[in-house]
């Protein structure tokens, strides 16, 4: 089996939903259920034994290590966070508690497992921590993307967060010889998106007639990779990649903000011919300390690990909005809080 955390959430969800339907492999998805974690993402696999779910925090070394010796994983993808940037600048408390304490925690834990394993599972066990671009800092328009070797320098309590939990990774493998893999990737976007990131926001916005806020100029730059590329990155890291290293992950496909929302309203006009959704864009004050440009220099994990993204923006963008119009339920589910309702309906049932 393998343990995954933060399984409910945007990536977490996409991933477990992806790597069962490609293997029999086994689950164990393990966690908190903030207000980000939304149970309603798995709800296709309730009855199936090879997703045992768990509510619970990374930071709790008792819990970790009973499901460790419990279940026996040979690897770890570590998924969960606090990921949203503008509420790391309002509170920053919880990005400190999970992304640092928290990954941490799961270390130690990890740590007090591993070391026990017989040699040939010891040898073959994999954590791989999941984390991002931002931790690289902002570039200008003319620097080249960043490259693995690139310098950490965060700008946001998130990035400054996930930095920290990168270099603890690091060390752990550096001082204690635990076989790590970290993935920093690029902006993600795709089904189960929680409408408070740029993509999902917009095009929830747009339905219900709302303006689509813009921050600043909207001329900030992201790489954007589709969610389904990033989960075969991670999959094929977990099965290839060199203990130790770290692999970018990108869909070298760099849009300003502005533009994404205008190909949204673009293809949202052509589901809705009678409504004028660039109507809609309205600029507001910029987001605090503000990074301009993301770009990821893909070319390791290419190289190294065969791996390439297979949507390009065109095709995700308009699968992304066409999931969404075929999903008003699971948004109004979002908006109305009704998802946590949900959850405690199903819980017992998905609890194994
Ligand atoms: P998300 O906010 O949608 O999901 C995070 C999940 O983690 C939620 O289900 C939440 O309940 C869970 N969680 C939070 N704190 C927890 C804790 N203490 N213990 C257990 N579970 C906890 O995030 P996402 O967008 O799916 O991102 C997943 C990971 O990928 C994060 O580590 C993020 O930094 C990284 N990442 C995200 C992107 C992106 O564009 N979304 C890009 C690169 C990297
Ligand atoms: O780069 C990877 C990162 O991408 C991940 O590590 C983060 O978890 C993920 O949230 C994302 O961070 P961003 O800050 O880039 O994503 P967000 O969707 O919040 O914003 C994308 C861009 O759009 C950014 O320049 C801010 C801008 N924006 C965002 C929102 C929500 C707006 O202009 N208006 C908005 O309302």
Redesign the pocket.
């Known amino acids: 089996m393998i343990l995954v ?8 969800s996409n991933f477990v939903l992806d790597w069962l339907a490609q293997s029999n492999e086994g689950i164990i998805n ?5 207000y ?3 149970l309603q993402n798995l709800s296709s696999l309730t009855g199936d034994p090879r997703h045992i779910f768990v509510q ?4 709790d070394t008792q819990l970790v290590s009973q499901l460790l010796e419990q279940y026996q994983p040979r690897a770890i993808i ?7 940037v503008d509420r790391s600048i309002l509170g920053p408390e919880d990005f400190i ?3 640092i304490l ?1 990954t941490f925690r799961l270390l130690e834990a990890v740590r007090a497992y591993w070391v026990e394993l017989e040699s040939d599972t010891k040898q073959d066990f994999r954590f791989l921590h ?4 931002e931790v690289y800092g902002s570039l200008t328009l003319n620097e080249p993307a960043f490259t693995e070797e690139h310098r950490y320098q965060p700008n946001s309590p998130y990035s400054a967060s ?1 930095a920290s939990s990168d270099h603890l990774v690091r060390a752990y493998h550096h001082t204690y010889d635990l076989p790590v893999l970290t993935t ?6 795709g089904p189960f ?2 409408p408070e ?1 740029l993509i999902p926001l917009m095009i929830v916005n747009a339905l219900a007639d709302k303006a689509l806020p813009i921050y600043g100029d909207g001329q900030q730059i992201r790489d954007w990779l589709y969610v389904t590329d ?1 989960c075969s990155a991670i999959r094929r890291t977990l099965e290839a990649g060199i203990p130790g290293e770290t692999y970018n992950i990108g869909g070298w496909n760099e849009k300003p903000n502005i533009e994404i929302v205008q190909t949204i309203c673009t293809l949202l006009e052509e589901f809705y011919p009678d409504r004028a959704f660039h109507n809609l864009v309205t600029y507001v004050k910029d987001r605090p300390g503000h990074d301009r440009r993301y770009a990821i220099n893909a070319l390791r994990i290419e190289r190294d690990l065969n791996w390439k993204p297979t949507e390009t923006f065109a095709t995700g963008i308009r699968k992304t909005i066409q999931w969404y119009l075929d999903n008003q339920q699971w948004i109004n589910d979002v908006q109305t809080g009704a998802y946590r309702e949900w959850i405690e309906k199903n819980y017992t049932e998905l609890e194994q």
């Not at 619970?56 to 930071?59: F, L, S």
């Not at 570590?78 to 949203?84: I, K, T, Y």
């Not at 999941?130 to 671009?133: A, L, P, R």
């Not at 920093?184 to 976007?189: G, K, L, Q, W």
């Open positions: 955390t933060g399984g409910a959430g945007f990536i977490g393990l966690d908190k259920l903030t980000a974690g939304n619970g925090d990374i930071g570590n998924l969960a966070a606090e990921s949203h508690q999970t992304n928290g999941v984390s991002t671009d996930k920093n990737c690029s902006n993600n976007y998106q929680f990131k990033h």
